[in-house]
């Protein structure tokens, strides 16, 4: 049998589809970095100046644990209290009756708490949102999540937020109630994310999106816009694009940071990131002709705002590369070693090139980040998010499609150890022994190697963060 001489096309691009979106994410991420690094000593063009009016929070929920609800609402307005703005904290629900009757007997009375109900869930979260609008009695409010927990210094500072003509948005610092690897993992890149998609960008002069937990809103930019609309998925970028286009402005308070309670079980994690792989992308499928029609903003801007919303589409490639694995692994047959580097040689030419500068940039903007919590965290998050991937890229795919989803809470609390534990490790380690068996069986040296990145990324993923519950303690001696 002769040697395989041509080049092996269906490899290549199965390596392709794979580097290539990473090389992606690294540029813009860099760009990022030496943009907010050269910006670092210049005066932030979002800088406000404060003005004078009244805040009310406003917490949507819908199928949350009773007692978690009351604890965390019954915290979070004790501590707005301090703020000489604040006035009242509403819990906006679309639950049942009895839900709320028995919800309104936990909270009690004592502190300037009220419950919107809506009996109906018509519109879902961002139909309730724009219903409840039309009852604020504040200038401003504050979107907070059930878990959110506000600290001391938000509510001492929070009145210099309340910027008339757009929206101020507090970055986030993840907690987690269950110190699993993947909590740890993804209170890392919660954190990480924060620093670099928010007050990176925001040095950097780049758009501030709101987010979804911790913005605050101006009343009547808000009822100017038209609300929110019906069944929006990603509610906070779709609000971000429709401030922008408007003309209106958003501003980082950056000094602060607003607990997130993070995910600590893998099907609450896949959970969270369906919904926001598919909003994003449907957000994006919205407003992407309306952006780049737009002479409000400039071309810089709006490209990186499209940018921004299109990174969750970086799995469809990855995925579409996995699926491959197996074909191309057995219509390709003796791709030496030799073939194997030379390709990897060309491949990782442009890292590199950047990576270098991209960890000059790191170490010098992002210190509170220590070399081995990085890495520790980021081989963990790599090889969660790789298990993931053809779902989140199934969900982007549906979200840029326009097709329907329905929205998914997050499981909290008693709820996150309720839920079943995903299949997605299962399948993929079940895919990439195949792909995996046929490589070595035909000497594909390239097939074998990609094979082998998913295999241990879903066989980490499925005897590791398919864990229920691991103790701070044994999670620190725990190894990658």
């Known amino acids: 049998m002769e040697s395989y001489t041509a080049i092996p096309l269906l490899s290549t691009i199965a390596m392709l589809l794979v580097v290539f979106p990473i090389l992606l994410l690294l540029l813009y991420e860099t760009l990022i970095l030496a943009i907010a690094n050269r910006r670092r000593n210049k005066a932030n063009n979002n800088i406000h100046r404060a003005s004078r009016g009244t805040l009310e929070a406003v917490v949507p929920i819908y199928s949350e644990p009773i007692e978690l609800v009351v604890e965390k609402t019954r915290r979070n307005s004790a501590v707005l209290l301090t703020s000489p703005c604040f006035t009242r904290l509403t819990i906006l629900s679309d639950d049942s009756s009895d839900y709320v009757r028995n919800l309104a007997e936990a909270l009690g009375y004592d502190l300037p708490i009220s419950i919107f109900h809506r009996p109906d869930r018509r519109g879902g979260r961002t139909g309730a949102l724009d219903d409840y609008l039309k009852n604020v009695t504040a200038t401003h409010f504050l979107i907070l999540d ?145 952006l780049i029609k737009s002479h409000k903003l400039s071309f810089w801007r709006r490209l990186e705002m499209l940018a921004y919303m299109s990174l969750p589409l970086l799995t469809i490639p990855v995925s579409i590369s996995f699926l491959l694995l197996p074909i191309a692994g057995a ?59 053809p779902t989140l890229a199934w969900n982007s795919l549906k979200g840029l499609l326009g097709l329907p989803l329905s929205y998914e809470v997050t499981p909290k609390g008693k709820k996150e150890t309720q839920e079943k534990k995903p299949k997605d490790p299962f399948y993929m380690l079940l895919w990439s022994t195949l792909s995996l068996f046929i490589s070595v069986l035909n000497q594909n040296t390239i097939i074998g190697a990609l094979s082998l990145a998913f295999f241990t990324a879903s066989l980490w993923t499925l005897a590791r963060a398919c864990l229920l519950y691991t103790s701070d303690a044994a999670d620190e001696r725990s190894s990658v």
Not at 207 to 219: A, E, M, Q, R, W
Not at 241 to 246: D, P, Q, R
Not at 340 to 347: A, G, H, P
């Open 146 to 290: 059930v878990d959110a927990e506000p600290t001391l210094e938000i509510a001492t500072k929070i009145c210099t937020g309340l910027q008339n003509g757009g929206a101020s948005v507090i970055p986030w610092e993840g907690y987690f109630t269950r110190g699993t690897r993947l909590a740890h993992a993804v209170k890392f890149f919660t954190d990480f994310g924060s620093d670099l998609l928010y007050r990176m960008r925001s040095q950097a002069g780049l758009f501030v999106f709101p987010l979804g937990s911790g913005t605050i809103y101006d009343k009547n930019v808000v009822l100017d816009v038209g609300g929110w609309g019906d069944n929006i998925i990603q509610d906070d970028i779709w609000m971000g694009v429709k401030l922008a286009l408007n003309g209106y402005d958003t501003h980082l308070l950056g000094e602060l940071s607003l607990r997130i309670l993070v995910p600590s079980t893998l099907a609450a994690f896949k959970t969270q990131q369906k919904r926001w792989a598919y909003g994003t992308s449907d957000v994006l499928r919205r407003s992407a002709l309306k």
């Open 331 to 389: 219509l390709e047959q003796r791709i030496t070693f030799g073939m194997f580097l030379e390709e990897i040689l060309y491949m990782s030419s442009p890292f590199i090139l950047i990576f270098p500068i991209y960890y000059y940039l790191y170490q010098r903007l992002m210190k509170k980040y220590s070399l081995k919590q990085t890495i520790t965290n980021l081989g963990r998050f790599t090889a969660i998010l790789t298990t993931l991937t």
